[in-house]
């Protein structure tokens, strides 16, 4: 009787349909699994601003627990919320082929204002990130805190007087919520990872791990690495005001990265091409970079503050 994989996951209905989508992977090369739901603490607290959590891994690491106990075989998370550092004993077995990295805005009542960068406006994220880089570009606009699952904040758009908020555009297109009432952010650099799929086992579970491999994507792997290297280089944490995007195409590596304040009124940008043959170290070096040009300064002010948790939605 062949072995029958258990897959962690969240509840939430994104998660869910990340869980599956590896469920049907597996399949398709034979491997048998079912779905463990677990309750992460970023589920339980939906009131709380992520940043304040004062946690790292607040959607991982009931999961991790869980693995490391036996009680899964892997578990599937949005890359973006996983730790750079993984937890003692877990290993990536798998990074699935991205989808859109960008962030979109969601509207309340149409998206004219943002043309006006000294417009007045209220819009919500729980997003350091994200806050960050809105108030640099509108830095007269008032920002709300949003928590929840993709289905509670799009609700909460609707019943607060907001003028919109911001979500992952993978996030909503995955599960077929994006309204029409939504524009690209192609001006807003993503948080690092952001759109993939992460796969996560226990180390020396040669079987999970092997079973996830013929479905890890090497080009999302590459990239989502380079841009992790420039978060842990720079901070650590994943939920910080800090961005990264990484792209290969025709034996390139194209990056871009930048820092920002948290109140949006410091940025620091750069960007690097190189031969993907050569771009092992390529965030680490772009970290490097990045803290010589201006960076250093706002690093020590994001310390001081501690906005370094873990778990950006």
């Known amino acids: 009787m062949s072995k029958i994989l258990r897959i962690g996951t969240r509840d939430s209905q994104l998660a869910v349909w990340q869980a599956a989508l590896v469920q049907g992977l597996l399949k ?85 204002f943002l043309n006006d960068f000294n417009s007045e406006a209220t819009i919500a994220t729980s997003s350091v990130r994200r806050i960050a880089q809105w108030l640099n570009r509108y830095p007269n606009h008032k920002v709300e805190n949003l928590r929840g699952n993709v289905n509670t904040r ?55 791990f092997e079973s996830c491999q013929f479905f890890s994507d090497s080009s999302t792997a590459l990239c989502t690495r380079i841009e992790r290297d420039f978060l842990s280089a720079l901070m650590g944490g994943c939920s910080t005001p800090i961005s990264a995007l990484a792209q290969a195409s025709n034996g390139r590596v194209f990056f871009k990265g930048n820092i920002v304040s948290p109140d949006g009124k410091q940025k620091v940008e750069i960007e690097k091409t190189i031969a993907t043959v050569d771009a092992a170290n390529l965030g680490s070096m772009a970290a490097e970079e990045i803290l010589i040009k201006g960076g250093q300064p706002i690093v020590n002010s994001i310390r001081k503050t501690g906005l370094t948790t873990n778990g950006e939605v």
């Open 154 to 208: 799009l609700r909460k758009v609707q019943e607060h007087d907001w003028h919109g908020a911001i979500f992952a555009a993978a996030g909503l297109e995955r599960i077929d919520l994006r309204p029409e009432k939504s524009v690209d952010l192609d001006w807003m650099l993503p948080a690092p990872a952001q759109g993939a799929i992460m796969v996560v086992c226990r180390e020396g579970d040669d079987f999970a």
């Open 28 to 112: 398709q090369t034979g491997v048998s699994s079912e779905l463990v739901f677990i309750k992460s603490e970023g589920d339980i607290d939906t009131v709380t601003p992520l940043y304040a959590l004062g946690v790292t891994g607040v959607f991982t690491k009931a999961l991790d627990a869980a693995l490391l106990n036996n009680r899964i075989d892997i578990a599937v998370h949005s890359m973006k919320d996983v730790p750079v550092q993984l937890a003692e004993g877990l290993c990536q077995s798998a990074v699935l082929k991205r989808a859109s990295y960008k962030d979109i805005f969601v509207s309340k009542n149409g998206v004219g």
